[in-house]
């Protein structure tokens, strides 16, 4: 089940007052991208494609924590009875369908990485978990950025990006521009949108 596209901003906006971030525009930039790819793409609603981008990063209202806001995501989602939305937020982190490339902190408790490898193993990834993963690497806080820009800024803070990662995500990237038949920048307006 989903949101409507009007309670899914009413709940960020709400998320958002609780941990203050640029972590909200950043996923505002997701949804405008995979909502403009799912237009393009025979088989994805794009409605769909804009409220799984706006709340994939939804676990980080209750705090600043890294792996942690994935089970956050999920189990508040999953409480909410928005199931699609929870898958998405298990997804969006695990291009490569392991926690072994995950980037940042396990600052999850025992039970929380338990509901992570449980749920990550029973989940079948389909075409939106793939255009939320794509979308979650353009995405900046202002704008659309460059895949490799944003791998680098990562690799930046984190101080590394697993290869297997990197290549995954420019896997993607192609995957979107065949189904598409279009350069994937063109599509998300890279050069125009702005926040």
């Known amino acids: 089940m989903l949101p409507t596209r009007e309670k899914a901003e009413e709940l960020l906006q709400e998320a958002e007052k609780c941990n203050p971030g640029p972590w909200g525009n950043h996923s505002r930039v997701a949804a405008h991208c995979a909502e403009k790819i799912a237009v393009e793409c025979d088989g994805l609603d794009p409605d769909k494609a804009y409220i799984l981008g706006l709340l994939h990063d939804i676990g980080r209202k209750f705090g600043v924590r890294?792996?942690?806001?994935?089970?956050?995501?999920?189990?508040?989602?999953?409480?909410?009875?928005?199931?699609?939305?929870?898958?998405?937020?298990?997804?969006?982190?695990?291009?490569?369908?392991?926690?072994?490339?995950?980037?940042?902190?396990?600052?999850?408790?025992?039970?929380?990485?338990?509901?992570?490898?449980?749920?990550?193993?029973?989940?079948?990834?389909?075409?939106?978990?793939?255009?939320?993963?794509?979308?979650?690497?353009?995405?900046?806080?202002?704008?659309?950025?460059?895949?490799?820009?944003?791998?680098?800024?990562?690799k930046r803070r984190y101080g590394s990006f697993p290869q297997k990662k990197w290549d995954c995500n420019l896997a993607l990237k192609k995957y979107f521009e065949e189904k598409t038949g279009k350069d994937i920048y063109i599509v998300v307006d890279k050069d125009s949108f702005k926040l």
Do not use: P
Request: hydrophobic share 40%.
């Open 66 to 154: 890294h792996l942690g806001h994935v089970s956050d995501g999920y189990t508040y989602m999953m409480s909410l009875g928005y199931d699609e939305v929870a898958k998405i937020c298990l997804t969006h982190s695990f291009n490569t369908e392991t926690i072994d490339e995950y980037i940042g902190k396990f600052d999850t408790t025992d039970e929380e990485l338990k509901i992570i490898q449980d749920a990550l193993a029973a989940v079948v990834m389909d075409d939106y978990d793939k255009l939320i993963q794509l979308c979650d690497s353009l995405a900046g806080a202002e704008g659309v950025l460059n895949i490799e820009d944003r791998m680098e800024d990562v």
